[in-house]
């Protein structure tokens, strides 16, 4: 069974330092998303990325988001000065096409807790 | 707005009986995934539906367009379906595919 692969599993961070959450998706697939947890919330969508560029993002990946496939295989999301607000469960995903045919992947999920 | 409903919140079981969760949604939709998070926290995809009915295992969903309504059905429940499950759909707009999340089941097995 293909998997989307997630680094760090948990990372403790002081705030105002930034974070870079690493994601290796399924090789095959083409559309890449980001989405977080806040503890005992609702998974929200942040982020997706297709062709090199972001596709769509909400009204949450603000200026201090950002992300880029810098070498073809990893997917990275970098928070650049982190806030307390920010701690939350940070998965990954990844589909090979966007019809709705195709099945979406979701990683483990990295916790980020900031302090 | 558009939203994403699950019932119930919490469920509890003893090992055998037959589950049921639903999802009801308020606009056109062009997908519905069943998702599984387990404690560690990590998400499973079980199905995704645009229409009928689809099984795997012990696990059946359905979903009715009309009624904006789905259900997820776990026959002869185990211990190790504890968890909690997802319902998440992708709106029937071509020019977005991210997936807008229910709350979530929580779901518990006893022996």
């Known amino acids: 069974e293909p998997e989307v692969t997630q680094t760090p599993s948990h990372q403790v961070t002081q705030m105002g330092q930034e974070v870079i959450l690493r994601c290796v998706p399924i090789?095959?697939?083409?559309?890449f998303y980001w989405y977080r947890q806040i503890l005992g919330q609702k998974v929200e969508f942040l982020v997706s990325?297709?062709?090199?560029?972001?596709?769509?993002k909400s009204e949450i990946f603000d200026d201090q988001f950002s992300v880029e496939r810098p070498d073809g295989s990893n997917f990275t999301l970098k928070i650049r000065s982190t806030k307390l607000e920010d701690s939350a469960m940070y998965f990954c995903?990844?589909?090979?096409?966007?019809?709705?045919?195709?099945?979406?992947?979701f990683g483990e999920g990295s916790w980020l807790t900031v302090v | 707005k558009n939203e994403v409903e699950q019932s119930p919140q919490n469920l509890t079981a003893q090992e055998g009986e037959f589950i049921t969760i639903n999802c009801s949604y308020s606009?056109?939709?062009?997908?519905l995934h069943w998702l599984q998070q387990h404690p560690g926290g990590g998400i499973v995809s079980l199905f995704m539906?645009?229409?009928g009915k689809k099984k795997h295992g012990r696990l059946i969903a359905t979903i009715n367009i009309q009624e904006k309504h789905s259900s997820l059905h776990i026959t002869a429940s185990h211990p190790r379906d504890s968890a909690v499950y997802i319902c998440?759909?992708?709106?029937?707009?071509?020019?977005?595919?991210?997936?807008?999340f229910g709350t979530g089941t929580r779901l518990q097995v006893f022996p």
């Open positions: 606009v056109g939709i062009s997908a």
């Open positions: 995903a990844s589909r090979t096409g966007v019809f709705s045919g195709n099945t979406i992947y």
């Open positions: 990325f297709y062709n090199n560029e972001i596709s769509e």
């Open positions: 090789s095959n697939h083409l559309y």
């Open positions: 539906l645009s229409s």
């Open positions: 998440a759909v992708r709106w029937g707009s071509y020019n977005t595919d991210k997936l807008i």
